[in-house]
């Protein structure tokens, strides 16, 4: 069975940092170009970040630049998004995606396309 399971998420004061990280059974990341994508309670779904299949592209929103790390361990299947510099404007559900399309679609496009697989999220709460 095809799984992403998301974990790190939880309370974190502004100014603070989480990890979170995407898991996957069932198949190899490997040949996957990851994203991360964010809902806000009453807001879209934003797509914030996204990694090639060998690590090589990355993207990342405006609104995470600069703060926002992804990265991934294809031997242990694992893609992790490093989130320092919290704002209480970072709080929402982190779902991380998984698409079967060539490493430079992450850096050309972005994450908001062509994804195949999704977990179902982690609560990432930023408050004081």
């Known amino acids: 069975q095809v799984q992403l399971v998301e974990s790190g998420g939880g309370l974190v004061q502004p100014g603070g940092s989480l990890r979170l990280s995407c898991a996957a059974s069932?198949?190899?990341?490997?040949?996957?170009?990851i994203g991360w994508f964010r809902q806000a309670p009453g807001k879209e779904r934003e797509g914030i970040s996204c990694?090639?299949?060998?690590?090589?592209?990355?993207y990342y929103g405006d609104s995470v630049q600069g703060r926002f790390t992804v990265s991934r361990d294809n031997a242990k299947n694992t893609v992790f998004l490093q989130m320092n510099s919290l704002k209480p404007e970072d709080t929402a559900v982190y779902y991380c995606?998984?698409?079967?399309?060539?490493?430079?679609?992450?850096?050309?496009?972005?994450?908001?396309?062509?994804?195949?697989?999704w977990g179902n999220g982690t609560l990432v709460t930023v408050s004081s």
């Open positions: 990694i090639g299949s060998d690590g090589s592209s990355t």
């Open positions: 069932g198949f190899s990341l490997s040949s996957y170009v």
């Open positions: 995606a998984a698409g079967l399309v060539p490493s430079y679609y992450c850096s050309d496009y972005g994450p908001d396309r062509f994804m195949d697989h």
